[in-house]
T-cell receptor, first 116, second 115 residues
Framework: GAGVSQSPSNKVTEKGKDVELRCDPISGHTALYWYRQSLGQGLEFLIYFQGNSAPDKSGLPNDRFSAERPEGSISTLTIQRTEQRDSAMYRCASSWGAGTENSPLHFGNGTRLTVT | KNQVEQSPQSLIILEGKNCTLQ??????????LRWYKQDTGRGPVSLTIMTFSENTKSNGRYTATLDADTKQSSLHITASQLSDSASYIC??????????????FGKGTHLIIQP
Protein backbone atom coordinates (compact mmCIF):
# COMPACT_ATOMS: atom_id res chain seq x y z
CA GLY A 1 0.00 0.00 0.00
CA ALA A 2 0.97 3.61 -0.37
CA GLY A 3 3.14 5.17 2.27
CA VAL A 4 3.26 8.77 3.45
CA SER A 5 3.49 11.02 0.42
CA GLN A 6 5.07 14.46 0.51
CA SER A 7 5.19 17.07 -2.21
CA PRO A 8 7.09 18.67 -3.68
CA SER A 9 10.21 16.59 -3.09
CA ASN A 10 12.36 19.67 -3.68
CA LYS A 11 11.52 23.33 -3.43
CA VAL A 12 13.82 26.26 -4.16
CA THR A 13 12.43 29.66 -3.31
CA GLU A 14 13.63 33.18 -2.96
CA LYS A 15 13.94 34.79 0.43
CA GLY A 16 10.71 36.54 1.37
CA LYS A 17 8.41 34.27 -0.62
CA ASP A 18 5.78 32.03 0.92
CA VAL A 19 5.93 28.25 0.47
CA GLU A 20 3.42 25.49 1.02
CA LEU A 21 4.46 21.90 1.70
CA ARG A 22 2.01 19.05 1.42
CA CYS A 23 1.68 15.75 3.27
CA ASP A 24 -0.69 12.92 2.41
CA PRO A 25 -0.58 10.42 5.29
CA ILE A 26 -1.31 6.71 5.18
CA SER A 27 -5.04 6.15 4.89
CA GLY A 28 -6.66 5.68 8.28
CA HIS A 29 -3.79 7.12 10.30
CA THR A 30 -5.21 9.57 12.79
CA ALA A 31 -1.93 11.08 13.97
CA LEU A 32 0.17 13.33 11.75
CA TYR A 33 3.46 15.00 12.64
CA TRP A 34 5.63 17.59 10.93
CA TYR A 35 9.37 17.59 11.64
CA ARG A 36 12.30 19.59 10.37
CA GLN A 37 15.69 17.96 9.83
CA SER A 38 18.74 20.08 9.20
CA LEU A 39 22.05 18.68 7.97
CA GLY A 40 23.80 16.94 10.82
CA GLN A 41 20.94 17.63 13.20
CA GLY A 42 18.22 15.44 14.60
CA LEU A 43 14.55 15.60 13.84
CA GLU A 44 13.01 18.77 15.26
CA PHE A 45 9.34 18.55 16.17
CA LEU A 46 7.14 21.24 14.63
CA ILE A 47 3.46 20.38 14.96
CA TYR A 48 1.21 17.41 15.71
CA PHE A 49 -2.36 16.63 14.68
CA GLN A 50 -4.42 13.91 16.34
CA GLY A 51 -7.89 13.28 14.97
CA ASN A 52 -10.22 16.19 15.63
CA SER A 53 -8.28 17.48 18.63
CA ALA A 54 -6.64 20.88 18.63
CA PRO A 55 -3.14 20.51 17.17
CA ASP A 56 -0.04 20.77 19.31
CA LYS A 57 1.81 23.72 17.78
CA SER A 58 4.45 23.94 20.48
CA GLY A 59 7.30 23.14 18.10
CA LEU A 60 6.63 25.84 15.54
CA PRO A 61 9.67 28.17 15.69
CA ASN A 62 7.82 31.42 15.04
CA ASP A 63 4.58 32.84 13.66
CA ARG A 64 5.76 32.55 10.06
CA PHE A 65 5.10 28.83 10.33
CA SER A 66 1.59 27.38 10.27
CA ALA A 67 -0.03 24.08 9.38
CA GLU A 68 -3.49 22.82 8.65
CA ARG A 69 -5.23 19.48 8.38
CA PRO A 70 -8.77 20.59 7.58
CA GLU A 71 -10.35 17.27 6.64
CA GLY A 72 -8.33 15.14 9.03
CA SER A 73 -6.24 13.64 6.26
CA ILE A 74 -3.98 15.77 4.03
CA SER A 75 -1.93 18.43 5.78
CA THR A 76 -0.16 21.52 4.52
CA LEU A 77 2.74 23.28 6.22
CA THR A 78 3.03 26.94 5.23
CA ILE A 79 6.08 29.09 5.75
CA GLN A 80 5.54 32.78 5.13
CA ARG A 81 8.25 35.29 4.22
CA THR A 82 10.86 32.55 4.03
CA GLU A 83 14.36 33.15 5.35
CA GLN A 84 17.58 31.35 4.52
CA ARG A 85 17.60 29.71 7.97
CA ASP A 86 14.38 27.94 6.99
CA SER A 87 16.36 25.80 4.54
CA ALA A 88 16.06 22.20 5.68
CA MET A 89 14.41 18.86 5.00
CA TYR A 90 10.79 18.93 6.15
CA ARG A 91 9.46 15.51 7.02
CA CYS A 92 5.92 14.39 7.66
CA ALA A 93 5.02 11.26 9.59
CA SER A 94 1.76 9.53 10.40
CA SER A 95 0.71 6.74 12.72
CA TRP A 96 -2.22 4.91 14.22
CA GLY A 97 -3.29 6.30 17.54
CA ALA A 98 -1.32 8.90 19.40
CA GLY A 99 2.15 7.89 18.27
CA THR A 100 3.30 7.66 21.85
CA GLU A 101 1.64 4.27 22.07
CA ASN A 102 3.01 1.11 20.50
CA SER A 103 2.51 2.28 16.92
CA PRO A 104 5.50 3.36 14.85
CA LEU A 105 5.72 6.55 12.91
CA HIS A 106 5.71 6.14 9.15
CA PHE A 107 7.75 8.87 7.55
CA GLY A 108 7.51 10.38 4.12
CA ASN A 109 10.60 11.02 1.99
CA GLY A 110 10.45 14.69 2.87
CA THR A 111 10.52 18.01 1.08
CA ARG A 112 13.93 19.62 0.76
CA LEU A 113 13.47 23.36 1.03
CA THR A 114 16.21 25.70 -0.12
CA VAL A 115 15.78 29.42 0.42
CA THR A 116 18.13 31.52 -1.69
CA LYS B 1 14.10 18.08 30.38
CA ASN B 2 13.67 14.90 28.33
CA GLN B 3 16.80 14.06 26.39
CA VAL B 4 18.13 11.25 24.22
CA GLU B 5 21.87 10.99 23.62
CA GLN B 6 23.32 8.65 21.04
CA SER B 7 26.88 7.47 20.56
CA PRO B 8 28.98 7.31 18.61
CA GLN B 9 27.99 10.17 16.33
CA SER B 10 29.44 8.26 13.39
CA LEU B 11 31.01 4.87 12.85
CA ILE B 12 32.85 3.18 10.00
CA ILE B 13 33.29 -0.60 9.98
CA LEU B 14 34.21 -3.25 7.43
CA GLU B 15 31.56 -5.41 5.85
CA GLY B 16 30.95 -8.55 7.86
CA LYS B 17 31.96 -7.03 11.19
CA ASN B 18 29.66 -6.48 14.15
CA CYS B 19 28.93 -3.15 15.80
CA THR B 20 26.96 -1.73 18.71
CA LEU B 21 25.24 1.63 18.85
CA GLN B 22 24.33 3.26 22.15
CA UNK B 23 21.36 5.31 23.31
CA UNK B 24 21.07 6.95 26.75
CA UNK B 25 17.91 8.74 27.76
CA UNK B 26 16.42 10.80 30.55
CA UNK B 27 12.81 10.62 29.37
CA UNK B 28 10.28 10.24 32.14
CA UNK B 29 7.82 8.66 32.63
CA UNK B 30 9.11 6.08 30.19
CA UNK B 31 6.71 4.36 27.81
CA UNK B 32 8.81 2.74 25.10
CA LEU B 33 11.99 3.08 23.09
CA ARG B 34 12.19 2.59 19.36
CA TRP B 35 15.13 2.31 16.97
CA TYR B 36 14.67 3.69 13.46
CA LYS B 37 16.88 3.19 10.41
CA GLN B 38 17.13 6.11 8.03
CA ASP B 39 18.65 5.44 4.62
CA THR B 40 20.14 8.42 2.84
CA GLY B 41 17.40 10.52 1.29
CA ARG B 42 14.59 8.50 2.86
CA GLY B 43 12.42 8.82 5.93
CA PRO B 44 13.20 6.81 9.07
CA VAL B 45 11.77 3.29 9.27
CA SER B 46 11.04 1.53 12.55
CA LEU B 47 13.35 -1.43 13.32
CA THR B 48 12.26 -2.46 16.76
CA ILE B 49 10.38 -1.28 19.83
CA MET B 50 11.30 -1.93 23.45
CA THR B 51 8.83 -1.58 26.28
CA PHE B 52 9.65 -1.32 29.98
CA SER B 53 9.45 -5.06 30.63
CA GLU B 54 11.61 -6.11 27.69
CA ASN B 55 15.38 -6.21 27.88
CA THR B 56 16.25 -7.74 24.53
CA LYS B 57 14.58 -8.07 21.17
CA SER B 58 15.89 -9.24 17.80
CA ASN B 59 14.88 -8.37 14.26
CA GLY B 60 17.05 -10.39 11.91
CA ARG B 61 20.65 -9.24 12.30
CA TYR B 62 19.55 -6.38 14.58
CA THR B 63 19.35 -6.95 18.33
CA ALA B 64 18.18 -4.22 20.66
CA THR B 65 18.68 -4.22 24.41
CA LEU B 66 17.12 -2.07 27.09
CA ASP B 67 18.21 -1.46 30.66
CA ALA B 68 15.39 0.57 32.19
CA ASP B 69 17.30 0.99 35.46
CA THR B 70 20.28 2.73 33.87
CA LYS B 71 18.12 4.19 31.06
CA GLN B 72 20.33 2.79 28.35
CA SER B 73 19.62 0.96 25.13
CA SER B 74 21.89 -0.55 22.53
CA LEU B 75 21.44 -1.70 18.97
CA HIS B 76 23.77 -4.51 17.93
CA ILE B 77 24.24 -5.29 14.26
CA THR B 78 25.68 -8.68 13.43
CA ALA B 79 27.58 -9.56 10.26
CA SER B 80 27.13 -6.11 8.79
CA GLN B 81 26.18 -5.66 5.15
CA LEU B 82 26.67 -2.71 2.81
CA SER B 83 22.92 -2.06 2.99
CA ASP B 84 23.26 -1.38 6.72
CA SER B 85 24.91 1.94 5.89
CA ALA B 86 22.42 4.45 7.26
CA SER B 87 21.62 6.67 10.21
CA TYR B 88 20.16 4.91 13.23
CA ILE B 89 17.87 7.02 15.37
CA CYS B 90 16.79 6.25 18.92
CA UNK B 91 13.34 7.60 19.84
CA UNK B 92 11.96 7.45 23.36
CA UNK B 93 8.28 7.86 24.16
CA UNK B 94 7.04 9.37 27.38
CA UNK B 95 3.87 7.93 28.84
CA UNK B 96 1.20 10.20 27.46
CA UNK B 97 -0.16 12.70 29.93
CA UNK B 98 -2.27 14.56 27.44
CA UNK B 99 0.64 16.30 25.79
CA UNK B 100 0.71 15.60 22.11
CA UNK B 101 4.40 15.24 21.47
CA UNK B 102 5.61 12.55 23.86
CA UNK B 103 8.49 11.62 21.55
CA UNK B 104 12.10 12.58 22.09
CA PHE B 105 14.49 11.93 19.22
CA GLY B 106 18.20 11.31 19.40
CA LYS B 107 20.39 12.89 16.74
CA GLY B 108 21.32 9.51 15.36
CA THR B 109 24.45 7.49 14.67
CA HIS B 110 25.70 7.62 11.10
CA LEU B 111 26.97 4.13 10.21
CA ILE B 112 29.10 3.45 7.15
CA ILE B 113 29.87 -0.09 6.07
CA GLN B 114 32.96 -0.37 3.88
CA PRO B 115 33.54 -3.31 1.53
Amino acid sequence: GAGVSQSPSNKVTEKGKDVELRCDPISGHTALYWYRQSLGQGLEFLIYFQGNSAPDKSGLPNDRFSAERPEGSISTLTIQRTEQRDSAMYRCASSWGAGTENSPLHFGNGTRLTVT
Amino acid sequence: KNQVEQSPQSLIILEGKNCTLQCNYTVSPFSNLRWYKQDTGRGPVSLTIMTFSENTKSNGRYTATLDADTKQSSLHITASQLSDSASYICVVSARSGGGADGLTFGKGTHLIIQP
